[in-house]
């Protein structure tokens, strides 16, 4: 634009039909980012005024305040305030992604990060329409390359430093004392899946529910004394102990992370069961000839998310390679797509790009048809179970761990980065945006957790007769 500020008036140049400005006059031509800024505000609000139906929204940035929705008893209210422009590009390139980059690197504030999760999740059919063009090709991309080399041999164990081979003090700040990152099970003894909500948490809840689920899916997988367990996805050695020490097995556990392995195989000399359980540092496709038809129950929980569509196959028949042809159970749990929303190609989001890269959720659906196709149709489908409704308490007592042990002075000696107050507040911002994110998923369907039991096809029932 032009700055005539000093208002000078323009002079002629000794050459004939030229102009030459005086030298108090100057051209200001826009900045391309503010262009860019400006477009991208303007594009997502005009996406928020059609999107959001469901709900009411206030944005607030240095430009104004804008509602959107209508407010009405018992509806969803959010704030949002926009700290930083950026805010504006992150969410025209990248939608919930580019919401939850925002979030960690302080460019807007909101009220409750619930709040936004579930109105986002109720209103998703018109936020599509954020989508451009750039992020669908991306998207594209991500889904394909996590499809077919997300999960090789070679990526699977950098997905593990990435996901698992971290503090194991951040982990003990946050879990419980088995250390099982997985679904608890509520029952009325914790006031069921809401009880935090209506009496709030009692300490030793998450304990008992976390005891509950493991001994819960050993009493699925039908295991008694002297029976040999086969697990892949060890964690910390929370279901091999307590498979060992409660019901009398033998275990064998695989891990790709060392971090993992290292405190699962303290965890196990503790206990004194080091003659009963083996930690391998191992690829669950590299189980050696010695498993074939050992193993009187195969379990594994929540592990298959790392597996990826295409492996689903190699998978089940490599554990009906490990176990027995008769009276043997297995048992899996994961996180889960409804059957409407699984693809094998699952673009990159929060949580395949900063928790765990190249994840890939199944549906309950595809698991089973590959149980069948890769065991050759030697599994019987027992029992289907959906625990998705136990997730968010789990998730908010993590939550709350997490906010009351984490310090910046005792994280640092794992993360020297962390020293600067900013990064450390962009590090607590990813956690409480992972248990937020997670848990509006489950509650609102988005996301399921399934438990399924498979038996050998000759095997009998409880006796019935």
């Known amino acids: 634009m032009l700055n005539t500020a000093t208002s000078s008036a323009l002079t002629f140049s000794s050459t004939p039909n030229f102009y030459r400005p005086s030298s108090s006059l100057s051209i200001v031509l826009p900045n391309p980012r503010t262009i860019l800024s400006s477009y991208a505000r303007s594009s997502v609000l005009a996406v928020m005024e059609k999107a959001i139906t469901r709900g009411h929204l206030t944005v607030a940035d240095s430009e104004g305040v ?6 009405s008893k018992g509806s969803n209210d959010v704030y949002l305030k926009v700290v930083n422009s950026d805010f504006w590009m992150r969410i025209l390139l990248s ?9 960690m690197m302080g460019d807007v504030e909101v009220d409750s ?3 936004v999760m579930d109105l986002w999740l109720d209103n998703e059919s018109g936020m599509d329409n954020l989508s451009s063009a750039i992020s669908r090709i991306t998207s594209a991309i991500s889904g394909v390359s996590n499809a077919f080399l997300g999960q090789t041999r070679s990526k699977a164990r950098l997905n593990a430093i990435a996901s698992y081979d971290q503090s194991n003090e951040l982990f003990k700040a946050f879990l419980s004392q088995e250390m099982m990152y997985s679904c608890a099970l509520w029952s009325e003894a914790e006031g069921g899946v809401r009880g935090d909500l209506v009496s709030g948490p009692t300490p030793g809840d998450l304990e008992a529910a976390q005891l509950r ?5 050993l009493t699925a997988a039908k295991v008694k004394p002297g029976d040999r367990i086969l697990e892949f996805g060890s964690g910390w050695g929370g279901m091999a102990i307590e498979a060992a020490r409660t019901f009398g097995c033998q ?11 290292a405190l699962a195989e303290e965890r196990v000399k503790a206990a004194g069961l080091q003659d009963v359980i083996r930690v391998h540092l191992m690829d669950y496709r590299e189980i050696p000839p010695s498993f074939e038809k050992a193993f009187d129950a195969f379990i594994s929980i929540e592990m298959l998310e790392h597996v990826g569509s295409k492996h689903y196959h190699d998978y089940f028949r490599l554990v009906d390679f490990a176990l027995k ?4 159970t297995a048992v899996v749990t994961s996180s889960t797509f409804p059957e409407s929303r699984y693809s094998g190609y699952q673009p990159e989001d929060f949580m395949r790009r900063y928790m765990w890269p190249n994840s890939c959720l199944p549906s309950a659906t595809a698991l089973i048809t590959a149980a069948n196709t890769g065991s050759e149709a030697r599994f019987t489908l027992e029992g289907v179970e959906n625990h998705a409704a136990h997730y968010p308490r789990t998730l908010r007592e993590w939550g709350r761990r997490l906010d009351a042990n984490v310090r910046q002075d005792l994280i640092v000696k794992d993360y020297p980065s962390l ?3 900013a990064e450390f507040d962009a590090f607590r911002r990813k956690w409480q945006y992972l248990f937020a994110y997670a848990g509006a998923g489950f509650a609102k369907g988005y996301i399921t957790c ?8 000759n095997d009998c029932p409880v006796s019935c007769d």
Request: no cysteine.
């Open 251 to 261: 275990v064998d556990t695989l891990t790709l992370s060392k971090e993992q392995k």
């Open 113 to 115: 990060l619930k709040a």
């Open 66 to 71: 804008h509602h959107f929705g209508t407010r």
């Open 419 to 421: 020293k600067d107050k």
């Open 325 to 328: 042809s008769r009276n043997a």
């Open 213 to 217: 689920k493991i001994r819960y899916v």
């Open 450 to 457: 399934h438990m399924l039991t498979f038996t050998r096809p």
């Open 95 to 103: 939608q919930d992604l580019g919401f939850s980059e925002a979030y």
